[in-house]
């Protein structure tokens, strides 16, 4: 008699395409919120660098907001002074130890390693999205 044992993970894991998290999509955030992060991850925002990167003419690369940068997403999101002061208010206001982050794989990095129960990473990560969301509308 044959004995096959099947690794169910071994397979899924050679099988099925791993969830980049470009394609995440959260149900507890506002459909437009989840498009806005899937062309944040992917770096398709018509940013200023991206525009001038893809061969548009633009006046000029440097950031629309403090005009001392190149806007990359990182500058205008996370190291542009008025996103520091968002992100300095935020972090009083939820009360959390956030980092300093300048870029979003900072951000990201200090995220996935929070140890703490799964309601209030889902609100923290629910809140950072709708903060990055704020600073692409009204910057
Ligand atoms: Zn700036």
Known sequence: MIVITIDQNAI???LLPS????????????????VFMWKFRLDRLLLRINL????INV??????VCNNQLESMDHLFFVCETANNLWSRIKV?????????SSWYDWWQWFENIDQRHRKKEKIYAI????????????
């Open 59 to 64: 006046a000029s690369i440097q950031c629309h």
């Open 128 to 139: 950072g999205t709708a903060t990055l969301w704020l600073l692409w509308r009204f910057l």
């Open 19 to 34: 969830l980049s998290p470009s394609t995440w999509w959260e149900n507890f955030i506002p459909k437009k919120v989840n």
């Open 52 to 55: 001038a990167t893809r061969g």
């Open 93 to 101: 206001w939820i009360d959390i130890d956030m980092p300093s982050c």
């Open 12 to 14: 899924e894991e050679r």
